[in-house]
């Protein structure tokens, strides 16, 4: 492990903030952010959404921290200041989706390294929720779960997934799989989005909290995502949504204006996970741990507590759906 720049001038999260470079067994070079590495409750592993970098998880890390727990956060290759995959740096590629995998088993090795504090769990965002389901899937050293609007399925209408299979398959028949897929740009999104028009946040604070960062540093930003990387990313969902649940406990956060993921395969998900527990989040839109005051610290102490095991899990029976809001007028 060597040491790898952290700006903690845009990240806002715990003073000890530190990064490294870690290299991946197919010899890409990524890197992993710690904060409150003397944590006494344990260690959360952060998973990014697609677009996403270190830094823009430090008001997370600090919402952890003060609940007792250390957070590691990735880059994902492709993004942040890991290594990008092809010439244009903007775009938003991968080979396979399931090389992430091998993200994952060099973030799990950096933990051990660093001999960070037991028990560890998982909080898993967008892209990254697609990610950490094949994770946990496959046995990753986690004790819980915890998915916030997580990609296991995307966003669009009936008539168009038939055009996306075919224009995305098509596209590397005909060597244009790197050009980006319809409706995306090279541009952040931050950058480009009107806050009045975002499916982020409803937050402006923390819209804008995002707007600063790229601008800082627009090295951490990419664009849309190459036609490749949306056929990936298809058929990952669709390969995913065919597996049973582990046996583990769960927890998904899900806002109620969700616009970026399938909703439907989150529902049915949770529906047949074992002990899990699924919370809508009335008015949340894709980012509800990046919204409001209330609301995002109203989640963090919801995910603190079920990661200390002192939550509702319930085990013993289906998935539970509850309005975050509701449970919130009941406490």
Known sequence: MKEAPLFSDIAQGPDDGAAWWMTTADGVRIRVGLWNRGATKGTVFLFPGRTEYIEKYGIAAAHLADCGYATLVIDWRGQGLADRLQDDVMSGHVHRFTDYQMDVAAMVEAAHRLDLPRPWHLLAHSMGGCIG???????????????????????????????????????????????????????????????????????????????????????????????????????????????????????????????????????????????????????????TLMDSPDMRGRLFRMLCQFYSGTGDSNANGPARQASVAHQARKS
């Not at 209408?157 to 050009?179: I, Q, T």
């Not at 923390?206 to 298809?234: D, F, K, R, V």
């Open 133 to 287: 389901l094949r994770a946990v899937m496959q046995g990753m050293e986690v004790q819980s779960c915890a998915f916030s609007g997580p990609m296991w399925g995307i966003a669009m209408a009936d008539a168009l997934r038939p055009v996306a299979w075919s224009l995305s398959w098509s596209s590397r028949r005909f060597g244009m799989s790197h050009f980006y897929a319809p409706g995306t740009a090279p541009q952040n999104y931050v950058l480009t989005e009107p806050f009045e028009t975002n499916k982020l946040t409803n937050d402006r604070e923390m819209y804008q909290y995002m707007i600063n960062q790229a601008t800082a540093h627009p090295e951490l930003g990419i664009g849309g995502p190459s036609l490749h990387w949306l056929h990936e990313a298809l058929h990952e969902t669709r390969s995913l949504a065919r597996r049973p649940s582990p046996d583990m406990p769960c927890l998904t956060l899900l806002g109620s204006d969700e616009q970026i993921v399938d909703v439907a395969r989150v529902h049915d998900r949770m529906a047949h996970w074992p002990g899990g527990r699924l919370e809508m989040v009335e008015t949340g839109r894709h980012e």
